[in-house]
T-cell receptor, first 115, second 109 residues
């Protein structure tokens, strides 16, 4: 099993550009989520999904969109990048139909810089 | 707002000293999880506590879940340089999962 994979590992964008961060898992997990990590702020939840076709907002959803067409994939789209979105982005998944009540498996992260 | 508070934010210890980080939730949790993140890495699951007053040990690490299920602690006995990293607590709030701000541990050899 590859676990949770994320691409790209690094990305530099100009203000106003859009892009999609890819996330995939091969563990058949229902629950997937996106976090951003900034110094001193811990990990903050952006969006999450409890299964294919179901997504919802987390703590800091503004400027981001998600979709979940399959169990395996959960891409995060930046609509119009801003310098405030410079951060490290982590995708995570966990088993359990009832929500995030089990171990979260994290991908290696995407380091995004917006200039 | 932040649902899970964690202290201290930073801790520097001499190798061999003990270390403790504390986690407090604004509401009662069904469970609490602890993660470790090495510098430049991603968070890795350490343990999950579910029962009120639960205590679990992993070698030199001791995890406790408070009686009211609103607080937790992680204690490391006789730290080693391999313990370096940031330790996060985290818990579910409905379908959302919130992480504490983390405690960054530096171990001085």
């Amino acid at each position: 099993n590859a676990g949770v994979t994320q691409t790209p590992k690094f990305q530099v964008l100009k203000t106003g550009q859009s892009m999609t961060l890819q996330c995939a898992q091969d563990m058949n997990h229902e629950y997937m989520s996106w976090y951003r990590q900034d110094p001193g702020m811990g990990l903050r939840l952006i969006h999450y999904s409890v299964g294919a076709g179901i997504t919802d907002q987390g703590e800091v959803p503004n400027g981001y969109n998600v979709s979940r067409s399959t169990t395996e994939d959960f891409p995060l789209r930046l609509l119009s990048a801003a310098p405030s979105q410079t951060s490290v982005y982590f995708c995570a998944s966990s088993s359990g139909l009832a929500g995030p009540y089990y171990e979260q498996y994290f991908g290696p992260g995407t380091r995004l810089t917006v200039t | 707002g932040q649902q899970v508070m964690q202290i201290p934010q930073y801790q520097h210890v001499q190798e061999g000293e003990d270390f403790t980080t504390y986690c407090n939730s604004s509401t009662t949790l069904s469970n609490i999880q602890w993660y470790k993140q090495r510098p430049g890495g991603h968070p890795v699951f350490l343990i999950q506590l579910v029962k009120s007053g639960e205590v679990k040990k992993q070698k030199r690490l001791t995890f406790q879940f408070g009686e009211a299920k609103k607080n937790s602690s992680l204690h490391i006995t006789a730290t080693q340089t391999t313990d370096v990293g940031t330790y996060f607590c985290a818990g579910p709030y409905g379908n959302q999962f919130y992480f504490g701000t983390g405690t960054s541990l530096t171990v001085i050899p």
